[in-house]
Nanobody
Framework: QVQLVESGGGLVQAGGSLRLSCAAS????????MEWFRQAPGKEREFVAA????????YYADSVKGRFTISRDNAKNTVSLQMNSLKPEDTAVYYC???????????????WGKGTLVTVSS
């Protein structure tokens, strides 16, 4: 079992920045691909970004490419999502997820955090 706890959400104006963090409980953190998903009200959960175990590969959804940056620190068992140039359409609950291999489909994730709310005002 891996327990994931997100933090860093909040209210920000359009054009602003936020940094989300996800702390993992397990010492084998470096064995997992770490991903971020988000779910806006009334919409399906969608892929945002992923980083492989050693950060060799990084993936982004087209909607956030160039604005968001995912990173991980295996020594601290954390993964972060730096979000810049935020837009109102980025408003959602953001979830951290862990999996043994990369997949952009939320249905295949093994472990989830409870989420953190990001609200971007116009």
């Amino acid at each position: 079992q891996v327990q994931l706890v997100e933090s860093g959400g909040g209210l920000v104006q359009a054009g602003g920045s936020l940094r989300l963090s996800c702390a993992a409980s397990r010492r084998t953190f470096s064995s997992y691909v770490m991903e971020w998903f988000r779910q806006a009200p009334g919409k399906e959960r969608e892929f945002v970004a992923a980083v492989t175990e050693s950060a060799y590969r990084i993936y982004y959804a087209d909607s956030v490419k160039g604005r968001f940056t995912i990173s991980r620190d295996n020594a601290k068992n954390t993964v972060s999502l730096q979000m810049n140039s935020l837009k109102p359409e980025d408003t959602a609950v953001y979830y951290c997820a862990a999996n043994y291999k990369y997949d952009s489909d939320w249905a295949y994730m093994d472990y989830w955090g409870k989420g953190t709310l990001v609200t971007v005002s116009s």
